[in-house]
């Protein structure tokens, strides 16, 4: 080891005490501030910074696995018997028996607990204590009195990024557990070149992930379960064509129309036709066609209608048809809603153009979006459009029996619900979800809903019993309400056209007189302004009336009405 | 001795009665009108039903006692009659 210091001290000196002495105060070092110095720093901001002293903790999750039971069943075998006595052994049993017999004790317990036990026999046999009372009467009172209410189920994802409308919905026609529903980007040339085609098929019971998926090469706007064959669903694309697939062979479709026949607008609506063979369908477009098909020959249209009032035949004058009716119990008539607000009721077995369209009803000013039939009474259908619903009935053409406020937002699918018949002003108004509400259909039972959405999701709701059960007298009291309604309707067009052929036979015999005119001719300013106040005035009185009418909940109905921001109306 | 037959005989005579058993404080059956197995089956689970019965009785009141056990099923009504020693069991078909 080197030496790197020396350090000496005198012997004498160690152990000595130190010696301290004073010295005057000497400055060692004296250093000035100097502003210059100051340029080169930069004054820091002032933050607060919380400090808390206090333990060191972490959080952490577990999850335990899960437990796991089972249930099994015990067979009770004998005990207790003493020692000495072997419970196989009759003998010993019975003597162990009559022993215990002789004992005081059980004699006196027994005529004890006899007693009472013959009391509570006697008892028994004398009355019924836990009687029933009012059995039959017990449904009338539940229904009317809680609320209607509506509860999500489920809510079914799109699971792809790129979220497409949901447009049409189709219930599985067995048992209604399974959901067809399919997804298209409807505005037009909005879609992405990443948006994928697909549709999908959920099981209710697994709503996590679809259970099928079908893959068409062009989007499908919709869908319909063969209510025949449960295996095969029908769909119309956006390109035009029609196709049909089978679950059972996979998600291919298994066979499609051949562009050139079919349609050349999107095919907005697919129903199957009641027929003996159950493969046929007709599908309708905003081209103006109605095609039938046979699916087994799905290279040709089997028919062909245009749906053109003035009865040229072409295809010019067509309107657009948006949606489609047909009930099964009037197998050749049909109905068809159009792009400009009417609604055409066909005929199949019409031989010329000209016949098949029997009859038309107006008064809708957009597009009809959906057109169901009343499954109680056939004659009664009901049209959705822009902002009303209205329900007709055959036979009254001029105007329909019964409509509906004037919404605040688009209303673009309706519904009847399959077991309650009656109706009146909307009961429940549920907001099912943030983005608009695109299509909706009932499950068969009635107790469940699906709605489509925009963003590509289907939510489940469940409606309470009271909107779903039927009332005893309600089917009487709907067919009153029809035909008042209807004979009002009957009345008013008698007294139109009474009118008209007294205007018409004044009008002939007033040529020679002055021409008398029913009103005074108006400038078109004057016009516009009145029409403006009018307007106005109806919108003034109309949010007075809401807001009065915040509350009120009335008698429960069945038509569910779908409104495009997204609130449910039923 | 001659009483007890004749009360237990009595009892299987009441309308609607199915079996009596009578059992005891270990849960073996003493006297029954009904088959072995069946029997056995009742006398175990009943007793332990019983003795579960009084506990709580006794339970939420120590002054209390369970008097009478009543059963009522689908089917029948189980009644038991417990004491010290011994449980008298009767299965009944109620009139209605």
Redesign the interface.
């Known amino acids: 080891m080197e030496i790197t210091y020396v350090y000496t001290k005198k012997r004498s000196e160690f152990g000595s005490q130190c010696n301290f002495t004073d010295r005057p105060v000497e400055l060692l070092v004296d250093i000035l501030p100097d502003p210059t110095v100051a340029a080169s720093f930069i004054q820091r901001d002032l933050c607060n910074m919380p400090v808390q002293c206090v333990q060191q903790m972490s959080e952490h999750e577990i999850n335990t696995e899960r437990l796991e039971t089972e249930t099994e069943g015990v067979n009770?075998v004998?005990?207790?018997?003493?020692k000495d006595v072997n419970p196989q052994e009759q003998e010993q049993t019975t003597r162990?028996?009559k022993k215990?017999?002789?004992e005081e004790?059980?004699?006196a317990?027994?005529?004890?607990?006899?007693?009472?036990?013959?009391h509570?026999?006697?008892q028994?046999?004398?009355?019924?204590i836990?009687?029933e009372y009012y059995e039959e009467e017990e449904e009338v009172q539940e229904s009317t009195e809680e609320p209607p209410t509506a509860k999500t189920l489920h809510v079914l994802k799109d699971p792809n990024d790129i979220k497409r409308t949901a447009t049409s919905l189709s219930w599985h026609p067995d048992g209604g557990r399974k959901l067809a529903v399919s997804y298209c980007c409807l505005e037009f040339q909005r879609a992405s070149k990443d948006m994928s085609f697909h549709s999908y098929i959920w099981n209710l019971e697994k709503p996590n992930k679809p259970q099928m998926t079908l893959k068409p090469s062009s989007p499908i706007v919709c869908l319909d379960y063969n209510p025949k064959d449960f295996h095969v669903l029908a769909g119309g694309c956006y390109n035009g064509q029609v196709a049909y697939w089978d679950t059972r062979k996979g998600s291919q479709p298994v066979e499609m129309s051949i562009i050139e026949q079919s349609h050349r607008d999107p095919v907005y609506k697919v129903i199957w036709l009641q027929s003996k063979t159950g493969t046929d369908c007709f599908s309708a477009s905003t081209d103006g066609q109605v095609l039938w098909w046979d699916i087994r020959k799905l290279s040709e249209p089997t028919e062909r209608l245009i749906l053109d009032i003035s009865k040229k035949g072409t295809l010019d004058g067509a309107a657009g048809a948006t949606s489609l009716e047909f009930e099964t119990t009037m197998p050749t008539k049909f109905m068809v809603g159009t792009e400009n607000g009417m609604v055409i009721a066909c005929n199949r077995k019409g031989k010329t153009p000209a016949e098949k369209i029997s009859s038309t009803f107006c008064g809708h000013h957009g597009p009809v979006y959906a057109l169901r039939r009343n499954p109680f009474y056939p004659k009664n259908f009901l049209s959705v459009a822009d902002w009303i619903a209205r329900i007709w009935s055959e036979d009254t053409k001029e105007s329909s029996i019964m409509w509906t406020r004037y919404h605040m937002a688009r209303l673009s699918d309706g519904c009847w619900s399959p077991t309650r018949p009656s109706q009146k002003e909307p009961t429940l108004s549920v907001k099912v979800c943030d983005e608009a509400l695109y299509s909706l259909r009932v499950q068969d039972n009635g107790h469940i809903l699906a709605c489509g959405s925009q963003l590509g999701t289907a939510t489940l709701l469940e409606i309470s019993s009271g909107l779903c059960s039927l009332q005893r007298n309600e089917k009487a009291l709907a067919n009153e309400m029809f035909e008042r309604e209807s004979k009002r309707e009957k009345i008013l067009e008698a007294r139109r056209r009474e009118l008209r052929l007294k205007e018409r036979g004044r009008s002939d015999q007033g040529k020679e007189e002055e021409p008398k005119e029913a009103e005074p001719q108006e400038s078109t300013e004057d016009l516009v302004a009145r029409a403006e106040k009018e307007f106005f005035q109806a919108i003034e009185s109309e949010r007075k009336k809401r807001e009065q009418e915040q509350q009120k909940l009335q008698t429960p109905i069945s038509t569910v009405k779908v409104e495009e921001a997204g609130k449910l109306v039923s | 001795m001659a009483e007890v037959e004749e009360t237990l005989k009595r009892i299987q005579s009441h309308k609607g009665v199915l079996g009596t058993i009578v059992v005891n404080a270990e849960g073996i059956p003493i006297r029954t009108t009904l088959d072995n197995s069946t029997t056995v089956q009742y006398a175990g689970l009943l007793h332990q039903l019983t003795i579960k019965a009084r506990s709580t009785v006794r339970d939420i009141d120590p002054q209390n006692d369970l008097t009478f056990l009543r059963i009522r099923s689908k089917k029948h009504e189980i009644m038991v009659a417990p004491d010290k020693e011994y449980l008298l069991i009767v299965i009944q078909n109620p009139s209605e």
């Not at chain 1, 004998?78 to 003493?82: L, S, T």
């Not at chain 1, 317990?109 to 013959?118: F, K, Q, Y």
Request: hydrophobic share 35%.
């Open positions: 009770h004998e005990g207790g018997w003493p162990f028996r215990v017999e002789k004790s059980y004699i317990s027994l005529t004890i607990l006899g007693s009472l036990m013959e509570c026999i006697k028994n046999n004398a009355i019924n836990y009687e």
